[in-house]
């Protein structure tokens, strides 16, 4: 792997900044890639602002399970209640267009990533759904809890589960 250190010092100060946040109380986890998120910011910045918005304004402990969109298909939110099971019985996914930001309001999930390249195609890309399923061996494994959020790059593949 190439490291254009310039780039990473650059992301890094960005990042630390928090400039991008719009002063959000919410924390991205350490997991998330800080070159790709100065590099995906940069390029969206606009959807960047009104997702962060949307969480920074919005009552998340009072929503309704289903898809909100924030600004058509390009920022949406989807609420979901998951049912508590194991973190094997559920298919790694990974998308092509989208990006993932995923918050716990609630409880507690167990997030995994790996990359593409540890993984097995299990079915063909849905490009209409923007979503593939994978089995994966290996991935690292995260505690998600309310407070702070994921974001998920196309380049990985991710899992998450309930904890009871």
């Known amino acids: 792997m190439i490291i254009n250190i310039r780039l990473l010092e650059e992301a890094t100060q960005w990042f630390q900044d ?4 719009n002063d959000l109380s ?11 998120f100065y590099s995906q910011y940069n390029k ?10 949307f969480l920074k304004e919005t009552d998340l402990e009072h929503m309704a399970p289903g898809k909100y969109a924030i600004e058509g298909d390009s920022v949406y939110v989807s609420v ?19 990006i993932d930001i995923q918050y716990v309001v609630r409880g507690r999930e167990k997030m995994g990533i790996a990359p593409v390249e540890n993984a097995e195609i ?14 994966v061996t290996g991935g690292k494994y995260y505690l998600a809890e309310p407070g702070t ?13 309930s904890l009871s």
């Open 80 to 98: 979901a209640e998951g049912i508590t099971r194991a973190i094997d019985e559920i298919k790694w996914e990974a998308h092509r267009r989208y």
């Open 26 to 36: 919410l924390k991205v986890h350490k997991s998330v890639d800080v070159c790709e």
């Open 44 to 53: 969206n910045k606009v959807f960047w602002d009104k997702a962060f918005t």
């Open 18 to 21: 928090g400039k991008w946040s």
């Open 149 to 161: 959020f994921f974001i998920f790059f196309p380049v990985a593949l991710i899992v998450s589960s």
């Open 122 to 135: 299990i079915s063909s890309f849905d490009e209409i759904r923007d979503i593939g399923f994978y089995n």
